[in-house]
């Protein structure tokens, strides 16, 4: 039986490929750097904030120190302005939320409450793990593994709900399900939207 639902946030909840690429120019800018290439900009949409400084620094230490010391102090508002969620989550969230156990496993890191709380959703996770914990960011299972302890639920009864190949990774080394969404997620459980997941759950494990 199905007791915990985990969420991916980048690529699930919204799509960030605006907002993460906005994000990154500014820092970016803020250092005297040019903006992200095609590359970074793909990357920005999976990997952890972390990863894509080190992406950019390119072992330059100093680079990678300027880089943090811009991120801590940067206003996070004006872009998560540029988020653009598939549908209303709260409503989305709450009536899944009365079958199932909700969980956040994301990359990102700093911003995370103040995300949750831009997207109103606050109390709809029963447990929230993300890249600001001390463990590796995806696709590591870590992540995903210290939302099922937070949960108190075991990793045979949960699904991670992710849009990359670092989500399915993470997941199978987690030893949770997997159901992947959009494009970008090659996996045999994949849908092409969130709106089509309640149908995915009860079909794939039935009724709650």
Do not use: W
Not at 86 to 109: C, D, I, M, Q, V
Request: aromatic share 8%.
């Amino acid at each position: 039986m199905l007791e915990l639902v985990i969420f991916d946030a980048d690529g699930v909840l919204f799509d960030s490929g605006e907002s993460n690429t906005a994000y990154y120019n500014a820092i970016f800018a803020a250092i005297g750097d040019p903006p992200m290439d095609p590359a970074e900009e793909h990357a920005g949409i999976f990997m952890a904030a972390p990863q894509i400084f080190a992406l950019r620094a390119r072992n330059d230490q100093a680079k990678l120190e300027r880089m943090r010391a811009v991120a801590r102090t940067i206003d996070s508002a004006p872009f998560f302005a540029l988020l653009r969620p598939p549908l209303e989550l709260r409503p989305f969230l709450a009536a899944l939320k009365r079958r199932y156990r909700l969980g956040l496993a994301t990359n990102r890191s700093a911003t995370i409450p103040a995300l949750i709380d831009h997207l109103g959703l606050d109390g709809i996770f029963d447990a929230v793990a993300s890249a600001r914990d001390p463990v590796r960011p995806k696709p590591a299972p870590d992540i995903v593994a210290l939302c099922l302890e937070r949960a108190g639920v075991a990793a045979a009864r949960a699904v991670y709900v992710g849009d990359s190949d670092t989500d399915r990774i993470a997941a199978a080394a987690a030893g949770t399900h997997f159901i992947g969404v959009g494009a970008r997620a090659g996996h045999p459980s994949r849908i092409e939207a969130l709106d089509e997941l309640p149908a995915a759950l009860e079909r794939l494990f039935g009724a709650a």
